[in-house]
C-alpha cells in the first residue's frame, strides 16, 4: 500500500510561480514511477508530467519549459515546480504512483491562476 499527500497548491497571479510537493510512503519509493496529473472543471484529467528513475521525463507540451518534475528519494518527495503560470493550468494537481502494477493516487491539491 502506497499513501500519497499532496502539498502547495493555492492561488497564484498569471506569471507567478508555485511549487507543489507530493510525500509518499512505502519502503519501495526509489522505484516508483511518479506523476503529476490535473483536472480542470468539467474536463478529464491529463498528464501533467512523469519521472521514472531519475532522468525518464515526460511532459505534457502544454507545460514544456514551464514546469519541472523532480523527485527526492531520500525524502520519499515528488516535486512539480510551475513557473510562467497561466490561467489554464487552474485545476486540481494529483500526485500519482505505480508501483508492483498497482496505480495510487493522492487527495489532490487546487492550483488557481488568477488576477
Known amino acids: 500500500q502506497v499513501q500519497l499527500a499532496e502539498s502547495g497548491g493555492g492561488l497564484v497571479q498569471p506569471g507567478g510561480s508555485l511549487r507543489l510537493s507530493c510525500a509518499a510512503s512505502g519502503s519501495f519509493f526509489s522505484i516508483y514511477i511518479l506523476g503529476w496529473f490535473r483536472q480542470a472543471p468539467g474536463k478529464q484529467r491529463e498528464l501533467v508530467a512523469r519521472?521514472?528513475?531519475?532522468?525518464?521525463?515526460t511532459y505534457a507540451d502544454s507545460v514544456k519549459g514551464r514546469f519541472t518534475i523532480s523527485r527526492d528519494n531520500a525524502k520519499k518527495t515528488v516535486y512539480l515546480q510551475m513557473n510562467s503560470l497561466k490561467p489554464e493550468d487552474t485545476a486540481v494537481y494529483y500526485c500519482n504512483a505505480i508501483y508492483a502494477g498497482v496505480v495510487y493516487w493522492g487527495q489532490g491539491t487546487q492550483v488557481t491562476v488568477s488576477s
Open positions: 519521472i521514472a528513475g531519475s532522468t525518464a521525463i
